[in-house]
């Protein structure tokens, strides 16, 4: 079992910059690869960014890219989404999951991923 705690969330003006975490435990967190999606009001969970277990290939959205980072820490069991010039459009919560099927790799799909946490908020203004 895996258990996940995003933070870092807020509100934030256009052009700001936000850091997200998230915190696993449960299982051998650096196996695994992670994902970072994001849902807004009325829409489907969109895939955001994911790294492999060693942190050695990332992959982002189209809409994200050049904009947010993702990155980990083994050692502290910890994801992490950079979000620079963050835009209005970037609002939603956003989700970190793992996949506990893929290491060297990560997938952009949703389906792929066992394990979520409970979302934290990012919102931002105009």
């Known amino acids: 079992q895996v258990q996940l705690v995003e933070s870092g969330g807020g509100l934030v003006q256009a052009g700001d910059s936000l850091r997200l975490s998230c915190a696993a435990s449960?299982?051998?967190?650096?196996?695994?690869?992670m994902g970072w999606f994001r849902q807004a009001p009325g829409k489907e969970r969109e895939f955001v960014a994911a790294?492999?277990?060693?942190?050695?290939?990332?992959y982002y959205a189209n809409s994200v890219k050049g904009r947010f980072t993702i990155s980990r820490d083994n050692a502290k069991n910890t994801v992490y989404l950079q979000m620079n010039s963050l835009k209005p459009e970037d609002t939603a919560v956003y989700y970190c999951a793992v996949d506990v099927a893929r290491t060297v790799s990560a997938s952009t799909r949703k389906s792929e991923y066992a394990y979520w946490g409970q979302g934290t908020q990012v919102t931002v203004s105009s």
């Open positions: 449960g299982r051998t967190f650096s196996s695994y690869a």
């Open positions: 790294i492999s277990g060693s942190g050695g290939l990332t």
